[in-house]
């Protein structure tokens, strides 16, 4: 599509700055989508791989959770697992790759969780507290991953926007309009040769 | 400081109160929805956990959501692994244009 300006030459190098400009941002543009798009693919993989390492453990740990406390109820378990010292201190700081910034989460324990009297509840429980230790360590990974994959997935979708913009829209104009405007002042320079040439024979036959 | 929150089953927050999780009981999706969305609104908490069981009724709300913070972390659950990542997976697809969590490869099956 013709952008409205004037064939002149002024407009002409104005619209060739534009062009140089366009094409210069698209090549930028086009990069980074595609460290973007290869960081994204890494970190995806990484993601699926985990969580199906963390599925398997924590539908595990939520069994053997059910059958160890199956026999008590609500009220009592409630008292059992009052007094724990376990303290669970999220940190969290910024990343960012390719100035798209996502948190990174990390975990550091302190106390212990195990405050029942260990004589009155099933070994299995132990277990449960000492693994859900680590998964909850794997859940703030896991979190960051996730949030990793959202933030890069919405600039990828923006960049997309911005390069398809910019590759079939914009150029395409401005190149169009520069080409109309090349034609135009030559034709303009055409017309003014034979009007000279007109007037040279006006005044020959004079 | 950065605080986790639980939202689910009692029974199950009883177990992350031990881990010094906050605990929010909650008895079906619509009472999840409306805590996480409580919480959301409030800023409190950097991470919530959440069924997997109650994907039904957040699940619309996760893939809308524009909000950056809080991380809200779908657990799984016997009947429904690997619902989250669906969700994410099509928040990625409408990104990226291409499925890359697919099912397959997550389910490893």
């Keep these: ?206 | 400081m950065a605080k986790i929150a639980f939202v689910g089953e009692s029974r199950l927050g009883l177990l992350f109160n031990s881990f010094d999780i906050t605990s929010f009981a909650v008895s079906n999706g619509e009472e999840a929805l409306n805590k996480i969305i409580e919480l959301s609104r409030s800023k409190e908490y950097t991470i919530i956990l959440t069924s997997e069981d109650y994907i039904a009724s957040i699940g619309d709300y996760l893939s809308n959501r524009q909000e950056i913070s809080p991380v809200i972390f779908m657990l799984p659950s016997k009947e429904n692994r690997g619902e989250s990542v669906s969700v994410i997976r099509d928040v990625v697809e409408k990104a990226v244009g291409i499925d890359i969590l697919s099912k397959n490869k997550l389910q490893g099956e």
């Design chain 1, 1 to 206: 599509m013709l952008l409205s300006v004037n064939p002149t030459r002024m407009e002409l190098l104005r619209l060739r700055e534009r062009l140089n400009l366009a094409k210069k941002g698209h090549k930028l543009l086009k990069d980074k989508l595609e460290v973007l798009m290869r960081n994204f693919i890494d970190v995806a993989a990484n993601f699926v791989e985990k969580r199906k390492e963390f599925d398997k453990r924590f539908i595990n740990l939520e069994n053997k959770y059910y059958v160890a406390t199956s026999n008590y109820l609500i009220d009592l378990l409630e008292g059992l697992f009052l007094g724990s010292t376990f303290r669970t201190e999220l940190n969290v700081r910024d990343a960012s790759i390719m100035n798209v910034k996502y948190p990174v989460f990390s975990i550091k324990n302190s106390g212990s969780p195990l405050a029942y009297p260990v004589t009155f509840t099933p070994s299995s429980l132990d277990d449960v507290f000492t693994e859900l230790i680590e998964l909850v360590a794997q859940i703030a990974e896991l979190a960051s991953l996730q949030q990793e994959i959202y933030l890069t997935a919405k600039e990828i979708a923006k960049i997309r926007r911005r390069v398809n913009a910019l590759e079939y829209v914009m150029i395409p104009n401005l190149e169009e309009t520069i080409k109309y405007i090349t034609q135009k002042l030559e034709e303009m320079e055409r017309e003014n040769i034979a009007r000279l040439l007109k007037m040279k024979d006006i005044i020959r036959s004079h």
